[in-house]
C-alpha cells in the first residue's frame, strides 16, 4: 500500500518544496498548518461586494431563457396596435430566422456554459481511469540472472484508479469567478433581447420605406393621371383657338418633370423590398409581400394617434441600459477573483486504486491510495499581484462609466424620439389642412379658367401647389411612422398613448 503526502510551495524564483510522509515536517505539523491556514482565511470572500449604481433604482427581470420571444412582456407585441396583418407577419418571420438573433441566441448558450464550468470549480472533482502497460526488455539488457534460458524478460503492469482534486474555496476566489461568469452569461441574455428589439424596429422601418414609397409612387401616378387630363384640356382649346402652344408646352415640362420622379420612387421602393428580405433571413427572390388590406398603398397608422406622455421608470424597459449594468457586475467580481491571489491557495488530491504487477491480478493486496494536500502561495510575486488588482479596479471604473454614459445616451434618445414624434405629428395635422385648402384652390382656378375669368398660369401654379402638397402629405406619413417607430425602440415598447 502507497501512501504519499505532498505540500507545494511556490515562490517568485519558481522554487518547490515537497514534503512527504517521511520528510523533514511531521504529519502533525501538517495538519496543524492546513488548520492556521483555515482559521485564518476562514470562508470569507475578498474583494467588494457588488452594488446596483445609483442610476438603476428599478430592477430589471430576467428575461427567459431559450424562448423564442425574449421581450419583456410590455414590450411584446407593440407593433400589432397598428393592425398590419403584413407588417405582423414580418416580424415574425424575423424572429425567427434572422441571423443577427441567432448570433445572439448562440451567445447566450455560449455564455451559460462558460458559467456552468466556472461554478462546477468549486466542488471536488473526480475522474475514473485505468491502464496497462507491457513490455519487453532484451536479455543482453536486463542480465542473465533474471532473464530465462537467455530470453527477454517481459513485464506487464495494469492500474484501475479513481482520482479525485479539490481547491479549497477559503479566499472565495472561485465564487468570485463564478458570479462574474454568471454576470457575463446574463448580460448576453439582455444583448440578446435588445436585438430582438433592435430587428423588429428595422423590419418596421424597412416596410414603412416600403409601404411609404409606395404610397409616394401612387400619388405621383396620380398626380401625372391629372396633369395628363389637363393637357387634354389645353389640347383641346388650341385646337379651338383659345389656348395658345405656348400653354401646351408648359404643361408638356411638367409632365416630364413629374414623370421623371417615379424612378427614384421605383429605388426606394426595391431598396427596402431587399433590406426586409436579408433581414428575414430570405433572399430577394423569397420574399413575397402581400398587399395591403385597403388593396391600395398605405402606411401602418395608430387608429387614434394622440401624443405621448412620458412614461415612470424610462429606464426599466431598456435591455442595453441591463447589458452594461451585467458588465459593471462582472468587472467588480473580477476584482475579488484578482485579490484572492494575496492569500495561499489550498487543494487536496489523491488517488484510491489498484496497482497489479507483473501480472493482471486485482485484489485487496494490490490496493494503493494517495493524498496529496498542497499550499502554494504567489505573495513572493507580489507587484505582479498588486498590478492586476490595479488593472481589475480600472476595468470596473471604465464599465461604470460605460454604464453611465448608456445612461445618458438613453435619456437623450427617449427625449428627442418623443419631441420629434410630437413635433413631427403636429406638421403632418397642419400639412392636412394644406392638402385641402390647395384642392379647394385648384378647383376655384379651374372653374375659373374654364369660365374665361382667369389665365392658364393661374391654373398652372394652382395645381403644381397641389402635387407638391400631395407628394409632401405622403412623406410626413412616412415620415410620421418612422419616428413612431423610432419612439418605440427609444422605450424599448415600455411607452403607451395617453
Known amino acids: 500500500m502507497a501512501k504519499l503526502f505532498n505540500t507545494n510551495l511556490n515562490t517568485k524564483f519558481g522554487a518547490t518544496l515537497n514534503m512527504a510522509s517521511n520528510s523533514l515536517l511531521p504529519k502533525p505539523r501538517l495538519a496543524l498548518l492546513a488548520l492556521v491556514v483555515s482559521t485564518v482565511l476562514g470562508c470569507a470572500t475578498v474583494g467588494p461586494d ?35 396583418a403584413e407588417l405582423n407577419r414580418l416580424i415574425q418571420i424575423a424572429l425567427e430566422q434572422n441571423q443577427q438573433l441567432a448570433k445572439a441566441e448562440a451567445n447566450v448558450a455560449r455564455a451559460y456554459a462558460v458559467f456552468a464550468d466556472s461554478n462546477d470549480n468549486l466542488w471536488p472533482k473526480a475522474a475514473l481511469d485505468s491502464s496497462y502497460q507491457a513490455t519487453r526488455t532484451p536479455a543482453e539488457v536486463a542480465g542473465a540472472a533474471n532473464s530465462q534460458d537467455g530470453n527477454a524478460l517481459y513485464n506487464r503492469q495494469s492500474q484501475l484508479r479513481g482520482t479525485l482534486s479539490w481547491d479549497l474555496d477559503l479566499t472565495g476566489k472561485l465564487k468570485r469567478a463564478s458570479e462574474a461568469a454568471n454576470a457575463r452569461a446574463e448580460s448576453a441574455v439582455f444583448a440578446w433581447q435588445d436585438a430582438q428589439i433592435g430587428i423588429i424596429a428595422q423590419v418596421a422601418q424597412s416596410y414603412g420605406d416600403y409601404r411609404g414609397a409606395e404610397l409616394r409612387l401612387a400619388v405621383a401616378k396620380q398626380n401625372l393621371a391629372n396633369m395628363q387630363q389637363t393637357e387634354k384640356l389645353i389640347l383641346a382649346r388650341r385646337d379651338a383657338g383659345m389656348a395658345s402652344d405656348l400653354e401646351l408646352a408648359r404643361i408638356k415640362a411638367q ?98 486504486g489498484f496497482i497489479s504487477a507483473p501480472g493482471l491480478t486485482l485484489g485487496s493486496d494490490q490496493r494503493a491510495w494517495s493524498v496529496a494536500p498542497s499550499l502554494s502561495w504567489q505573495g513572493a510575486d507580489w507587484t505582479s499581484v498588486q498590478a492586476r488588482i490595479k488593472a481589475a479596479k480600472a476595468s470596473e471604473q471604465m464599465a461604470l462609466a460605460d454604464f453611465r454614459q448608456q445612461v445618458l445616451n438613453a435619456l437623450r434618445d427617449m427625449q428627442f424620439s418623443l419631441e420629434s414624434y410630437n413635433l413631427s405629428r403636429r406638421q403632418q395635422l397642419i400639412q392636412q389642412q394644406q392638402v385641402a385648402a390647395t384642392s379647394t384652390a385648384v378647383a376655384l382656378s379651374k372653374a375659373r379658367f374654364d369660365a374665361g375669368n382667369a389665365d392658364f398660369l393661374e391654373l398652372l401654379d394652382a395645381e403644381r401647389e397641389l402635387l407638391a402638397a400631395r407628394d409632401e402629405q405622403a412623406r410626413l406619413s412616412q415620415q410620421n411612422f418612422q419616428l413612431l417607430v423610432a419612439l418605440y425602440r427609444s422605450f424599448a415598447g415600455g411607452i403607451d398613448l395617453t
Open 50 to 84: 457588488y452594488q446596483r449604481p445609483a442610476e438603476l433604482n428599478t430592477s430589471m427581470a430576467m428575461p427567459e431563457v431559450g424562448s423564442a420571444m425574449a421581450l419583456p412582456d410590455n414590450a411584446t407585441l407593440w407593433w400589432q396596435k397598428f393592425q398590419d
Open 255 to 352: 409632365l416630364y418633370q413629374l414623370e421623371a420622379s417615379l424612378p427614384q420612387f421605383e429605388t426606394a421602393k426595391s431598396r427596402a423590398f431587399t433590406t426586409l428580405a436579408a433581414l428575414l433571413g430570405l433572399s430577394p427572390q423569397q420574399l413575397q409581400l402581400q398587399q395591403t388590406a385597403a388593396g391600395t398603398p398605405a402606411l401602418p397608422e395608430l387608429k387614434q394617434p394622440q401624443a405621448i406622455a412620458v412614461a415612470k421608470d424610462l429606464l426599466r424597459h431598456r435591455p442595453d441600459i441591463a447589458q452594461t449594468e451585467r458588465q459593471l457586475a462582472a468587472s467588480t467580481a473580477d476584482i475579488g477573483v484578482a485579490t484572492a491571489d494575496l492569500y495561499p491557495n489550498v487543494s487536496v488530491s489523491g488517488f484510491l
